[in-house]
T-cell receptor, first 114, second 116 residues
């Protein structure tokens, strides 16, 4: 069975500081990992994905994530946070060989203060 | 990326009525479509998976007689909430994927359902 854990309900950072939103996963096979962002009353916006290859993945709006197989983690990072980054962030995973649906973590609210 | 649309974007209905939500893949053929439900400030919960021309596979705890899913063509899936009640009020998001196990899922903008 697939599962995703986002251990933090909320992350607070000051504008200009680096941010990290944590994600760990569990799949039976090789993982296919995503990060999405959601603004209030809006759909999901794709940020980045890892399928294979380089463990450091760069995505939209300056975000990046590092795939760590030994720690089964895929933490989202950004070197310098913006107030406009404040939103709800979801990590998602699926076993890409099984062709199953994406399973989402519970979400982490990022709050960036000015 | 590919575009997935949903209609309507929001709907208000009276308790006991049925509501149909459409999900369309606009520029690709979606062999598989997924329906998710999201409560305020919570995660997306997978409701069901449907393959074109086949019956939907529902996740545990989802009533298939209440949430009717039809995937009659490669570009259209519908979710019908039958005899809606206030507890069915939620944000419903569809997702579509093309052929092949490795293909990405693309998400619709969601439909806000409010049952009075």
């Amino acid at each position: 069975a697939q599962s995703v854990a986002q251990p933090e309900d909320q992350v607070n950072v000051a504008e200009g500081n680096p941010l990290t939103v944590k994600c760990t996963y569990s799949v039976s096979g090789n993982p296919y990992l995503f990060w999405y962002v959601q603004y209030p009353n809006r759909g999901l916006q794709f940020l980045l994905k890892y399928i294979t290859g380089d463990n450091l993945v760069k995505g939209s709006y300056g975000f990046e994530a590092e795939f760590n197989k030994s720690q089964t983690s895929f933490h989202l990072k950004k070197p310098s946070a913006l107030v406009s980054d404040s939103a709800l962030y979801f990590c998602a995973v699926r076993d890409y060989q099984a062709g199953t649906a994406l399973i989402f973590g519970k979400g982490t609210t990022l709050s960036v203060s000015s | 990326g590919a575009v997935v649309s949903q209609h309507p974007s929001w709907v208000i209905c009276k308790s006991g009525t049925s509501v149909k939500i459409e999900c369309r893949s606009l520029d690709f053929q979606a062999t598989t479509m997924f329906w998710y439900r999201q409560f305020p400030k919570q995660s997306l919960m997978l409701m069901a998976t449907s393959n074109e021309g086949s019956k939907a596979t529902y996740e545990q705890g989802v009533e298939k007689d209440k949430f009717l899913i039809n995937h009659a063509s490669l570009t259209l899936s519908t979710l019908t909430v039958t005899s809606a009640h206030p507890e069915d009020s939620s944000f419903y998001i569809c997702s579509a994927r093309g052929g092949g196990a490795y293909n990405e899922q693309f998400f619709g903008p969601g439909t806000r359902l409010t049952v009075l």
